[in-house]
């Protein structure tokens, strides 16, 4: 249970190496794979680690094995984070940028096309945030992360009903603010 069939360093060095070509091959083959967009994408990913699974831990099995390799594992991750966190140009250009896929409500196909996303994909985006179409969207952004950002040409009810009581608010503030100049000036006109 706890005898290593492999040595230490090989079992500590496997998960790296996968690793990083995981983080290579995810970069060269686009941020839809991040996205999730369709079932044959998250099966992708899904497969990738069980097929990943036996070159990071060889033919070793036993629980030492386990904890080296998810040791590893955390170690890289958290080492490749502290170092891109103090190098945004080489975090930038191994994260990509952003794509903007509609702008104006007009979706841009060549993005698209760059993307490898159909018009249903898209509209099953822009449906999830409460718009119909692409010409209620202002900006559809697909993040280097893979996320969407949309933001919508016309503000939402509910961000209608916000901005209409925040100037209830300022009106009353500043009725307020009214009253009381008036009432210290009554008070100082009482005193003299």
Sequence with gaps: MFHLHLPVLEKFLRPIVVYLFLICFLRLFGKRELA???PL???????????????????DNSVTGGLIGAFSLLM???????????????????EGSETV???HGKADRKAMEKETLTELELLSV????????FEEVEKCVLEPNGTFYVEAITPSAGDAERAEVLKAVRALTAEVRSLKAQLNAQATLGEV
Excluded: C, E, Y
């Design 101 to 103: 896929l509609i702008l």
């Design 126 to 133: 822009i449906h999830k945030q409460g718009l119909n179409g």
């Design 41 to 59: 994408d998250l099966v992708v990913l899904l497969s990738l680690s069980n097929t990943v699974q036996n070159a990071m831990i060889g033919d």
């Design 76 to 94: 890289i991750n958290w080492t490749l984070a502290r170092v891109l966190f103090r190098l945004p140009k080489v975090n930038k250009a191994l």
């Design 36 to 38: 999730q967009l369709n």
